[in-house]
């Protein structure tokens, strides 16, 4: 009875509590009036998980990462070469020594203190000391690391190595004066890579366009001007740097719909994902919203098992390629939002694209396609009882297909990611699937976690056949080594198709200490040649970036490789109230 | 059997219960495909990088062995710390589980004042048309899938009629300018609550005013009923003084149970409203690997859900004489 007389009671009290919100509902609708112009507002899907550069495995955090820290080399925008960032100058290369010297440009931390060659010295020496991960393979072979002067700096390489340019040069560099005592503080620990990575740093000493002022974990983060950015006024690849924002508020949306919507509503002037294309149409009907279209550096490709048979069997693997229609897939899965692909290295990416390489069933119908990969398995010894082209040269559905040595093949799986991980890849599975059966070839899609797939691709090789993709390749494209040397074949390694060519590893060992971009470009160009020959990947696509931003409020975004979200547009944008 | 035997003895099963939900999760944990290291693909990542942070976070250790560390670090108050934020699992829970308790309680004690509420005044009037409508709306409420009503409700009331924040907790233009004082802050917070919590509020209300609708349907059919109207007592205070009491019993159980279980937040709900509770790090926990604050997460949450669970039934016993342990 009590705790009934008690339950009335807080009735009584729910109502004056609706009262007191209402009223703050009201007031929190007043205090809402108040924007600075100078803010740049950025949404993001997700919050960063760290701001620790070591540990930073997210996309998120590496967005904010990018604008706090910087390397001494970035990509130029238009022309995606080497530009000169923290350094001064393109560095000296000395075939010698093997060795490269940089020159840094006048730069300071953010805390006022010079940028110095012994900041680059101490990262790199960090780096190897404690074997971080995700750098340590791009330094590993750098032999030494010379400050000759405050401003000059000179790696000795163990061996000439191309990516030191493409890949290494681009790195962060981090200050000695904040990492320093982290690190030796680290070392007196049990697992010192852990506590490095573990190292909290709440504020993150940086050269970059922005400093961290507040991180309200699980809201916003905060960051302001640096007034001690170097680039501020200068003009670095035809383009007069800012930042011009005072501030950068990034807000978090947990889903693309509120992302969108709020961009619609100019809560935020830029949303920092890449959004699916079916909110393209409603976006561009919005006045204050553009939407920009940019190409990507990404692959999304079926990859076959070319240990066992019949994917051992390049001849198999091209009448696979053959029948599956990419620009079927572009147009109905991917809304027409996707580029195709004939390489693994993206077309877009011009130095390195390798353009005369095999298209196998580009611009043929369907039938055309079933009957091309039937000639091709037919020539290689491949037989059914109902062939899928019949003696008139008609197509008909075909009975199961027989191996050369004449067993009828076996049952097979396409494996992909779900389809709430990634719909376009569940659905390829399946479409593939049915193609593939269109020559009696007995495949079935099979969408599993992606642990579990990863799992069994990557480190146990148990599996015949997937669809897997990456979002953000390097514009280097030593990828391709990684991909199909067959000392990457291994547990873990990275060759997980199991391909191995002897001419392609002696391309890629070639390629690794080609100096001479040219040189480098011809063997790398050459290895694409080798490797869709034997196609133990199958590109399908490269899909587009789709990025909108508020117009109301800022302009100048620059567009390049992968989108408008990059250290060249922050750097760059403008209000269009100080315009006014 | 005494309350304090009754203590005792629930709280032995409770520990027993504890150490089984603990050493299942480690397992079930380590019997999921993939680890927190190889799951990333990162081509930067080498298979001597994934070794070598393997190794660092000790899972190449022998299960047992792992296991054995799991139990005491447990009971020396250390969770561990996060693979993806490098912070201790504690700090991560303690810093989201305000956040979740602010909203899902909140709306779970709201609901079920409202359902109870509901309930009670329409099984009185069963039959008529008010209880036929309020049942269908209970109804449609209870089914209603969260996040698609989530997503209209801030299509409407936040971006189309504008009375609410899109998402999040908080407008970080209030909280970054230094002259907003703490109750600007304060009203912002709750502004930015009543969205998610007027959804949560309209979906839950719906499955407490169902029970307690038909707990009071069963509740009415009883003599003492009869005999309090044979007393001349008004209907109200039949219903009020005699039914509701007595029909809440049912009812005790739900909320009491949801109560515990708002600690575990809604992982769709945190997501679609940005709120930075502690269902959207589960989540992300689960799905990353993320062991130790997966773990801590669900041990936390297994904890609760058993302590309400005794809690309940000593509230039983309080609340019925009739029931005795």
Known sequence: MKVFFLFSDFYRKTIAASFLLALCFVLASCSNGEKDGAILRIGMIEEPRTLNIWLASDANSRKV???????????????????????????????????????????????????????????VDLIKDFQVPRYYSQWQFVKKTVAIDEKTVRF????PRAIFLTRTLVNYIVPKSQWAPIAEKAKTMANPLIALMNARVEKPLGSGPYVLAQWREGAFLHLVKNDHFFGSGIEISNRKLGPHADAILFKIYGTADVGVLALKKDTIDFFWWSIQPGYIEDLEKDENTKVYLSDRSALYYMGFNVRKPPFSDPAFRRAANTVIDKNFIIERVLQGYAARMDSIVPSENLFWYEEHLPRYGQGLSRDDRIKKAHRLLSENGYT?????????????????????????????????????????????GVIIQEWLKDLGIPASARPMSFGALLQRIKDRHDFDTFILGYGQLALDPDYLR?????????PGGWNMSGYSNPEFDRLADESVQAMDPRIRQELIRKMQQVVMEDVPYIPLYNPAAIEAVGEKRFTGWEQMIDGIGNIWSICRVKSTEADM | MNLKSLLLRRSIEILVVFGIIMTGLFLLFHAAPGDPISMMVDLTMTPEDVERMVAQLGLDQPIWIQYLYYIKNFFTGNFGTSFHYG????????????????LFTTATILAAMAG?????????????AIDTWTTIFALVCNTLFLPWISLLFIWFFAYWVGWFPLSGMMTPEIWVNPEAGFFAKAVDVLHHMLLPLLTL??????????????????????????????KGLSEKQVRNRHAAPNALLPVVTSVGLSLAFSVNGGALTETVFSWPGIGRELIFAVSNSDYPLAMASFLFIAL???VANLIVDILYAYLDPRISY
């Not at chain 1, 000795?156 to 061996?159: D, G, K, M, P, V």
């Not at chain 2, 912070?87 to 602010?102: A, D, G, Q, Y």
Request: hydrophobic share 40%; proline share 8%; aromatic share 12%.
């Open chain 1, 384 to 428: 059914w009882e109902t062939a899928p082209v019949n003696r008139s040269g008609e197509v008909v559905t075909p009975s199961r297909i027989l191996l050369p040595d004449g067993r009828p093949m076996d049952d097979f799986t396409i494996l992909t990611p779900p389809a709430d991980y990634d719909p376009a890849r569940a659905t390829c």
């Open chain 1, 482 to 490: 990684s991909f199909f040397h067959s000392a990457n074949n291994r």
């Open chain 2, 87 to 102: 912070r201790p699992v504690i700090e991560i829970i303690s810093e989201r589980l305000p956040n979740t308790i602010l």
């Open chain 2, 116 to 128: 109870v509420w509901l309930g009670k005044i329409i099984a009185w009037y069963k039959g008529k």
């Open chain 2, 201 to 230: 509020f309209i979906v839950n209300t719906g499955s407490y005013l169902l029970i307690m609708r038909s707990s009071m349907l069963e509740t009415i059919k009883e003599d003492y009923i009869l005999t309090a109207r044979a």
């Open chain 1, 65 to 123: 990462i990018s604008l706090i820290y910087q390397p001494l080399y970035t990509y130029d925008p238009d022309t995606l070469d080497l530009a000169p960032w923290l350094a001064q100058s393109m560095p000296e290369y000395d075939p010698e020594t093997i060795s490269y010297t940089v020159q840094l440009r006048p730069a300071k931390w953010s805390d006022g203190t010079e940028v110095t060659a012994h900041d680059v010295v101490f990262t």
């Open chain 1, 156 to 159: 000795y390489l163990a061996e």
């Open chain 2, 304 to 306: 609760v859900v058993l």
